[in-house]
Each structure stands twice: as C-alpha cells, then as structure tokens.
C-alpha cells in the first residue's frame, strides 16, 4: 500500500506546468524580455528541477525504508527507470555511432572517439536532450540508497 503525501501531486503538477511553460513560452521570448523581468520569471524556473530532484529521492527513500526488502525494491525502481531509457540510449547508437562507424571505418581511433561519444550521451548528457536528468537521477538514487545503507 503506498502512502499518500499530501502537497507532493500537487507540487509535481504545478512544477511539470512552469516546465513545460519555461520551454514553450519563455524560451521563444528571450529576448524581448527586460534582464530584471527575465531575471523574476527564471528564479522559480530554476529551482523548480531541484526540488523534483529532491521529492524523488524523498519518495524512493521512503519507499525502500517501507519495504520489506529494500535492496529489492531500489532495483526494481532503478530497473523501471532504466526499462524506458535503454530504447532510447539504443536509438541514438543507431542513429549516431553506427553510421559514424560506418562512414569512418572501424579504426581505433575512430571506434574509441565513438565509445567516448556513447558513454558521454548515456553516461553524461542523456541520448537526446530531453533526457538529461535520467542519469543524474540513476546516480543520485543508486549513490543515495548506498550510503544510507552503509550508514547503518
């Protein structure tokens, strides 16, 4: 049974809304907008991330602290993240390294500039750029759940 925060539904939802506000609408008026309104309109924008950053590891810690096995549960919430990543990581090495590969031959300078690009966008970056906070959130949760567990 999950336990109800109350507060938290409707900060993820506010918060996806300035988002989703920031990228669609602030974005495209940069720059017909005066430094000291820009500067009042990106001060929200800009915490809004951490703070999702800090309601997922609240809820993943008090949701491995309430399971019967935790180690259980942080992989299966890891592995559910990683389900929806993989195709997408696997969709930029189609895209990108393979016919990079191709077109410049399997040297090994061009085989390890390619493995540094792979590890950079799945590792650092994200595949595409809407998926960059996936691996900060893996390492946050992943390094997290480890020093609380060795904590103790």
């Not at 506010?14 to 001060?43: E, K, T």
């Not at 929200?44 to 399971?67: E, H, R, S």
Request: hydrophobic share 55%.
């Amino acid at each position: 049974m999950r336990k109800y925060y109350p507060g938290i539904t409707i900060f993820k939802l506010v918060g996806c809304l300035l988002v989703l506000f920031a990228h669609l609408v602030i974005n495209r008026y940069m720059v017909s907008i005066p430094d000291h309104q820009l500067r009042f309109l990106s001060l929200p924008l800009g915490v809004i991330v951490p703070c999702f950053y800090v309601v997922a590891g609240f809820l993943a810690y008090k949701g491995w602290t309430n399971a019967s096995n935790s180690q259980h549960y942080i992989r299966r919430y890891v592995s559910r993240i990683l389900l929806m990543y993989v195709p997408f990581c696997l969709l930029f090495i189609f895209e990108f390294i393979v016919p990079e590969l191709i077109r410049g031959g399997m040297t090994i300078s061009n085989l390890g500039l390619q493995a540094k690009i792979l590890a950079a966008a799945v590792i650092l970056n994200g595949p595409s750029v809407q998926l960059w906070f996936i691996p900060p959130l893996i390492f946050s949760l992943s390094v997290g759940y480890w020093l609380v567990m060795k904590r103790g």
